[in-house]
């Protein structure tokens, strides 16, 4: 039977309401009286240096307020990075200053160089192109191979080289990894690329600089998904701002994908400008400037070998990966391509010698830093990929070499550092091979066969560690934050409920499970409580939402919070009842003395707490308000068992694809619906990355896949209907709900399904000849593929 | 966007007016235009819609001939020509999305001449005219390459006339980004013989491909033109497909239009 509320119920997401009627409130709905708004001009070439910049003639022009360049931010900090990786030889990365606005040279396509405040946005915009600008072009720095070669333009003059790190996981694993791989009986090896991707949220970026001068406080109203982090990078690195002094404000948010977790140049613009000129500042972002400005996702460049007996266990993996930077460090950049890839390269499986290097790049592109997944995806996808070509060279099976090596006893001590508590690899892959109906496939082959198509099946498992994460863990790699999450549980005097919290959504639907959980604590309805976030005014200092963490970690505080509340509430209803606190029981929302019938309800106790006539007084505060802070244990992992079949076009290499099957272990659900929301989601983003999605720069810098016509985002009809399962759960074991997260597996699990299953398909079809073939598996390129 | 002038007159004679004065642009259904304009591509002095000109709109057919008005949406063209012309109609109806089938023109697309627009095929291949407020023009004069037509500055395209073909169908293979044509392939067969046009593959956009026309002049079967191969030089190379790529799709969507029509 169905729950119809609190934990397990799939009830409809209370934001939709607003979302779907046009009522919701983003960055951009935000107008302040006296605002003024900011275009930027930007660089258009890779590489240059700035010889000059002459804004006397725009200054002059209708409308325009005032013009920013570099020099206005020579006495401010840089945009700060909030990891430091140590390399193989125990030095510190490469880490150059990110200057607000560009200072000396440009360093990649959009850098921007001024910013131009005016009263309208047209006439900024003119002004902007008014700017006489003197760049001396250099040779851009694209290909990663080719930035680390000798002779090589520098990004970064002052660094002496484009390596901004080379490191190497776990460094003394390195000899006894190449010893077991020498000592194999068949090492299979696979090059791959993991393309570039564009995060491109439904919602631009927008940002809003208000200044009070009478207070001496700044607002920043942005499109974030941590206004908490923006308000102590950007306060404390960047402009010098007190948290007291300065608000941050998230409101409704249209995406981010984790693009909007870091701290941007305009954001410190519009805060620095407002209080510069006393008056409200706005930028919107235009598409166009979204696709050179926004950060990158994934980029990486991979060697893979995988070392097994030859009854196809196991034995060593060895890594070798660039990872581009980009031209500056964006704010986790690079605790991407290590920390997030490096500690899954496991997977579901025991191997015993594991070892990843990876070399992370300067270049002329766009930052790149964590997208959907964050260096999971890329870890799956190699894994993934190599397993099932080791499987084909050895004629074993894809399912059963998979079987052969799960990981099958929990905790199970990964040799990359981290720790699964949990997890049932056969039973998420039974279930896959039930869902999918793989016993099927055959009869469906055929049909596809008799209609001139090419049929092929692709596996995939995976594993991501979410819940992010452990402060004292990632301390220790080098994050210079630490990773707890907040919660504020408020409760009202007639038993209304306000939870504060410091995770923030963007899309997730926190407004409602968050709510569910709370309700369901209680036993009161979802209707009785009301999940706030977004703004550091009121929301206790929290981390925000990425990784997969808000409901483990963020959730996790929010409970802490709502046991807090029940043990003063319970004492209060002791009170009330002239009872015994270990007597009192709560239960759909009502304090009862056990074994009695003696009762009082949750609205009454919450009345005491603020009308405290009959109230312990000597012993209890008045008020129902508590804080609490949680700090994760370890790591979550939820994984998965995905299949993907396609038919493939032999004449024109387009892919279709016709099933998509996914098992999942998230541990305990709160929202199945939402669950199943998130992992569609994930899945077709991650199709997008198989089949279309590539961000393409020429040997100048320039960026080709600009806009829409020519960067490719899936659409409706590009996605089959997906048969997603979450039944087999195996509850976390540190946390209080005994939730793992969902919110990137659809991503990480489906590209590695999708190409599988097309090299299947051509396999099938004859041509053997065809081991790999770089996403996105456009039609050209598998078409190209075919030929040999 | 800059800023410029705007009007919309009601007759032919009044846009052709309007369009004489300096740094004019006609706007036919915007769907090329206004993305341009906002990436501040282009400066019109004054824009010129043709959209208020009724005489312009509709679909009609007589004595063979399907009359388009210059003016008239995709969309119009999808439900006008649905039964004298199906293989026009289903190309219309695939064009873009609702939004640009209901916006975007006949008129608009043929005197842009994108390279991948899907109408110039259909025009070619089917041997229409396209009528302007001054003249006549026979489809195998009009196009000029890319972007390029035989339209004198100023001059409005007010009809297409298509002679409507035995059997036709028109055969798309989209870019995955845009979903314009990466190749698209309108054969048309008629008393006269069998013309097959291509789009979105070559440099110098539309063209005939003469020798699949000639083959299906003496079998219009798919398998007649299975063994010929477009030439790969001149065709268009991008991130979406080689020239050789697209010199193999022109062949596989003659079959397939062949075998649809």
């Known amino acids: 039977m169905p729950k119809d509320s609190g934990i397990g119920a799939s009830i409809k997401r209370r934001e939709d309401v607003r979302f779907l009627t046009g009522r919701g409130r983003y960055t951009d709905d935000i107008n302040l009286r006296g605002q003024a708004h900011v275009a ?51 030095q510190v990365m490469k880490e150059p200053k990110h200057p607000v606005l560009a200072h000396g040279k440009v360093r990649h396509v959009g850098d921007p ?13 003119d002004a902007a192109e008014a700017i006489a600008v003197d760049i001396e072009s250099l040779p851009a720095v694209v290909d990663m191979a080719a930035a680390l070669a000798p002779g090589s333009a520098l990004v970064h003059d002052d660094l002496g080289t484009n390596l901004c790190y080379d490191w190497g996981f776990i460094e003394d694993s390195k000899a006894a990894v190449a010893a077991a791989i020498a000592a194999a009986h068949h090492v299979t090896t696979l090059d791959l690329v993991n393309n570039r991707l564009i995060p491109n949220a439904m919602e631009p970026r927008v940002a809003v600089g208000d200044y009070n001068s009478a207070s001496g406080e700044s607002t920043l109203y942005t499109t974030s998904q941590n206004p908490h982090v923006i308000r102590l990078l950007m306060g404390a690195f960047v402009l010098g701002i007190p948290e007291h002094k300065l608000r941050v404000v998230a409101p409704d948010v249209g995406g981010g994908f984790g693009s909007k977790i870091f701290h941007y140049a305009e954001e410190a613009l519009c805060t620095f400008a407002a209080r510069a000129l006393n008056r409200p500042v706005k930028w919107t972002a235009q598409r166009s400037e979204s696709f050179v400005t926004d950060a990158h996702g994934r980029d990486h460049v991979t060697r893979i070998e995988l070392a097994l007996d030859r009854d196809g266990h196991f034995l060593a993996i060895r890594t070798s990966t660039l990872a581009n930077m980009g031209a500056y460090l964006s704010t986790f950049a690079p605790s991407v391509p290590t920390y997030l890839h490096g500690t899954l390269m496991a997977g579901n499986y025991k191997t015993p010698h594991i070892y990843v290097n990876v070399k992370a790049v300067f270049t002329n592109t766009v930052p790149v830093d964590a997208y959907r997944g964050a260096g999971r995806p890329e870890a799956t996808f190699q894994l993934e990929r190599v397993i099932d070509k080791a499987a084909r060279e050895m004629g074993i099976d894809p399912v059963e070499i998979r079987r052969r090596n799960f990981v099958d006893a929990f905790p199970y001590q990964t040799p990359v550092a981290v720790a699964y508590d949990t997890g049932n690899y056969h039973a998420t892959m039974d279930k896959l091979v039930t869902i999918a109906d793989l016993a099927g496939f055959e009869k469906r082959r055929a049909a596809s066969a008799a209609k ?49 919290t410091g995770s923030h959504s963007h899309g997730q639907g926190h407004e409602t499970t968050f709510a569910q959980v709370i309700a369901d604590m209680i036993g009161i309805p979802e209707a009785q409580v009301e999940i ?68 009082v309800d949750w609205g009454a106790v919450c009345l005491a707490a603020y009308v405290p006539h009959n109230y312990p007084l000597a012993e209890l505060e008045p008020g129902l308000e508590e804080t609490a802070f949680y700090d994760p244990a370890n790591f979550t992992f939820p994984a998965g068992a995905y299949a993907c079949e396609v038919e493939v076009d032999p004449e024109t290499g387009r892919v279709t694809i016709d099933r998509f099957a996914a098992a999942d272990d998230f ?35 320039q960026l080709l896949s600009g806009t829409y016509m020519d960067y490719a985002m899936p659409r409706a009809d590009d996605l089959p209907s997906y048969v997603v399962d979450h039944s087999c759960a195996t509850p976390c074991t540190h946390n209080p709900l005994g939730v793992k997260g969902c919110g990137e597996a659809g991503a990480i699990g489906s590209p590695p399904a999708v190409v599988n299953a097309v090299i299947d398909a051509l396999h099938r079809g004859g041509h053997a000849h065809v081991t790999h073939i770089d996403m996105p598996l456009s039609p050209a390129r598998v078409w190209a593929a075919m030929q040999g | 966007m800059y800023a410029f002038e705007f009007t919309r007159p009601k007759t032919v004679a009044e846009a052709v007016a309007a369009l004489a004065g300096e740094d004019a642009q006609a706007l036919g259904g915007g769907q090329t235009l206004i993305p341009t304009l906002k990436q501040r591509l282009a400066s019109p002095g004054m824009l010129v819609s043709l959209a208020g000109i009724a005489a312009m709109r509709g679909v009609s057919v007589a004595g063979g001939t399907l009359t388009v008005g210059g003016g008239t949406t995709h969309a119009a063209v999808a439900r006008g020509a649905a039964a004298a012309f199906p293989a026009l109609a289903a190309l219309a109806g695939r064009i873009g999305d609702p939004a640009v089938r209901n916006r975007g023109t006949i008129g608009g697309s043929l005197a842009n001449n994108d390279p991948s627009a899907c109408y110039p095929a259909a025009v070619l291949a089917a041997g229409a005219s396209v009528v ?32 409507v073909p035995q059997r036709a169908a028109y055969a798309k293979f989209v870019q995955p980004a845009s979903r314009f044509a990466l190749v698209g392939v309108f054969v ?19 063209f005939r491909w003469t020798q699949a026309e000639a083959a299906l002049a003496a079998d219009f079967r798919p398998e007649a033109v299975r063994g010929l191969r477009a030439a790969a030089a001149g065709m268009i190379g991008d991130l979406h497909g080689s020239p050789e790529y697209r010199a193999h799709l022109v062949g596989v969507m003659t079959a397939r239009a062949v075998a649809a029509a």
């Open chain 1, 40 to 90: 930027f001009l930007r660089s258009n070439v890779a590489h240059g240096r700035l010889r000059g910049v002459d804004t006397a003639a725009a200054a002059a022009m209708p409308g325009v307020v005032r013009i920013f360049t570099g020099e206005d931010f020579a006495a401010v900090g840089g945009l700060p990075c909030g990891w430091q990786v140590t390399g193989r030889d125990g």
């Open chain 1, 532 to 599: 706030v976030h977004g703004d550091t005014a009121n929301a206790p200092m929290g981390m925000g939402t990425y990784g997969s963490r808000s409901l483990a970690v963020g959730g996790s505080a929010m409970v802490r919070a709502a046991n807090k509340i029940i043990s003063k509430a319970r004492k209060i209803a002791a009170h009330l009842m002239e009872a015994a606190e270990g007597d009192i029981e709560l239960k759909d929302g009502k304090f009862r003395v056990a074994g009695t019938d003696k009762s």
């Open chain 2, 188 to 206: 048309a067969k008629s008393a006269a013989g069998v013309r097959v046009a291509v789009t979105g593959a070559s440099e110098g956009g539309v």
């Open chain 1, 452 to 500: 001139g198509l090419l049929r092929g099946l692709g596996l995939n498992c995976y594993i991501e560690a979410c819940g992010i994460a452990p402060s004292h863990l990632v301390g220790q790699l080098g994050a210079r934050a630490g990773l707890y999450e907040s919660a504020t549980v408020r409760v009202n005097a007639t038993g209304g409920i306000v939870v504060m």
């Open chain 1, 667 to 701: 541990g305990n659900i709160v929202n199945p619906m939402v669950v199943d929301g998130q992992v569609h989601g994930g899945i077709g983003q991650g199709i997008g990355q198989a089949l279309l999605e590539r961000a393409v720069y020429d040997a100048n810098g």
């Open chain 2, 132 to 163: 302007t407020d001054r003249r006549e023009i026979a489809a195998d004069d009009f196009f000029r390459g890319m972007f390029a037509t035989a339209l004198e500055a100023g001059e409005i395209i007010t009809a297409v006339r298509f002679p």
């Open chain 1, 113 to 125: 160089i001024a910013a131009v405040v005016a009263e309208t946005y047209e006439q900024a915009r």
